[in-house]
Nanobody, 117 residues
Framework: QVQVVESGGGLVQAGGSLRLACEASRNIFNPNTMGWYRQFPGKERELVATISSGGRKNYAESVKGRFTISRGNAKITTYLQMNSLKPDDTAVYYC???????????WGQGTQVTVSS
């Protein structure tokens, strides 16, 4: 089992930046994908960005050019740099780690991001 912990959420004004961090409790087997998702009140969780163990990145259209996903050197961390934040980005952000060969997904508890206008 893997525990996933997010950090870095908070309150920021529109146009500001936040950096989210996600750390797994143990090394993750390759191949794997680490990603960020968000959930608006009353809505289903949606993809924000993912990064594979090979470094391939994927972004939702709504965040392209503003958000950047990366992996840490320890290979059990992932970051989401969020720039030019908008009130529409206000949501709970979740980290998900997927171990492909084991076909297992691990979710964090979520971190609140609030962007004021």
């Amino acid at each position: 089992q893997v525990q996933v912990v997010e950090s870095g959420g908070g309150l920021v004004q529109a146009g500001g930046s936040l950096r989210l961090a996600c750390e797994a409790s143990r090394n993750i087997f390759n191949p794997n994908t680490m990603g960020w998702y968000r959930q608006f009140p009353g809505k289903e969780r949606e993809l924000v960005a993912t990064i594979s163990s090979g470094g391939r990145k994927n972004y939702a259209e709504s965040v392209k050019g503003r958000f950047t996903i990366s992996r840490g050197n320890a290979k059990i961390t992932t970051y989401l740099q969020m720039n030019s934040l908008k009130p529409d980005d206000t949501a709970v952000y979740y980290c998900k780690i997927s171990e492909s060969l084991l076909q297992r997904d691990y979710w964090g508890q979520g971190t609140q991001v609030t962007v004021s206008s």
